[in-house]
C-alpha cells in the first residue's frame, strides 16, 4: 500500500473589496468588515488544506504602492507555493503587476462585483475559481473572474460592462 503526500496548502490572503464589503442600510456608505472568506470555504466545504491571512480592509481604489509591496512581501516570504488574493476589482491589474516579479508561486486575484453577503454575489464562484486555477496554473500571476481565467498581466477592466476582458 502506498501513502499519497499530502496536499500543499493554499494561503488565501484577503486585501479587502467589495468581497468583504458590508452595507449596513440603504442610506449608508459600505464599509469593509471583516473577511467571510472562511466562511465561503467553509460553506462550500472546501476540503483541499488552506491558510487565510487578512492582510489588508481597503477598497482597492485606496491601496498604495506601499500596500501593494507589504501584498508582494507577504506572498514572497510565505512558506506556500500556491496562493489565493482576494481583491477589488478596480485596480486589481494593477496589484497583478506588482507581483510578476515573484517567482516559483502561483498567484490568483479574485474578486466580486457584489459582496459575498448578498444572496446574488458571484463572489463564491470566484473564490472557486481561484482555488483551481492556483492548483492547475503554471507559476505565474492569474485573474479569475466571471467565470475566466487571464494572465495578469493580460487582461483589463471594463469598467462600464462590469467584465474583465483580455488585452
Same mark, same amino acid.
Given at each position: 500500500?502506498?501513502?499519497?503526500?499530502?496536499?500543499?496548502?493554499?494561503?488565501?490572503?484577503?486585501?479587502?473589496?467589495?468581497?468583504?464589503? =458590508?452595507?449596513?442600510? +440603504? #442610506?449608508?456608505?459600505?464599509?469593509?468588515?471583516?473577511? &467571510?472568506?472562511?466562511?465561503? /470555504?467553509?460553506? %462550500? !466545504?472546501?476540503?483541499?488544506?488552506?491558510?487565510?491571512?487578512?492582510?489588508?480592509?481597503?477598497?482597492?481604489?485606496?491601496?498604495?504602492?506601499?500596500?501593494?509591496?507589504?501584498?508582494?512581501?507577504?506572498?514572497?516570504?510565505?512558506?506556500?507555493?500556491?496562493?489565493?488574493?482576494?481583491?477589488?476589482?478596480?485596480?486589481?491589474? =494593477?496589484?497583478?503587476? +506588482? #507581483?510578476?516579479?515573484?517567482?516559483?508561486?502561483?498567484? &490568483?486575484?479574485?474578486?466580486? /462585483?457584489?459582496? %459575498? !453577503?448578498?444572496?446574488?454575489?458571484?463572489?463564491?464562484?470566484?473564490?472557486?475559481?481561484?482555488?483551481?486555477?492556483?492548483?492547475?496554473?503554471?507559476?505565474?500571476?492569474?485573474?479569475?473572474?466571471?467565470?475566466?481565467?487571464?494572465?495578469?498581466?493580460?487582461?483589463?477592466?471594463?469598467?462600464?460592462?462590469?467584465?474583465?476582458?483580455?488585452?
Amino acid at each position: 500500500m502506498t501513502s499519497s503526500a499530502p496536499l500543499p496548502a493554499i494561503l488565501v490572503v484577503t486585501t479587502g473589496g467589495t468581497i468583504d464589503k =458590508q452595507y449596513f442600510d +440603504a #442610506l449608508s456608505e459600505y464599509q469593509i468588515v471583516e473577511s &467571510v472568506i472562511g466562511e465561503l /470555504l467553509e460553506t %462550500a !466545504r472546501v476540503a483541499h488544506p488552506f491558510r487565510i491571512l487578512e492582510l489588508l480592509r481597503k477598497d482597492s481604489l485606496e491601496l498604495t504602492d506601499e500596500d501593494r509591496a507589504l501584498i508582494a512581501a507577504t506572498i514572497a516570504d510565505a512558506p506556500e507555493t500556491l496562493v489565493v488574493i482576494t481583491h477589488g476589482t478596480d485596480t486589481m491589474t =494593477q496589484t497583478a503587476a +506588482a #507581483l510578476a516579479h515573484i517567482e516559483g508561486k502561483t498567484v &490568483v486575484l479574485c474578486g466580486a /462585483l457584489a459582496p %459575498a !453577503r448578498f444572496a446574488r454575489s458571484d463572489a463564491a464562484f470566484n473564490l472557486g475559481m481561484a482555488f483551481a486555477t492556483c492548483q492547475a496554473a503554471r507559476p505565474g500571476v492569474w485573474i479569475t473572474m466571471s467565470g475566466s481565467v487571464f494572465d495578469g498581466l493580460k487582461v483589463r477592466k471594463d469598467r462600464e460592462a462590469g467584465k474583465f476582458l483580455p488585452l
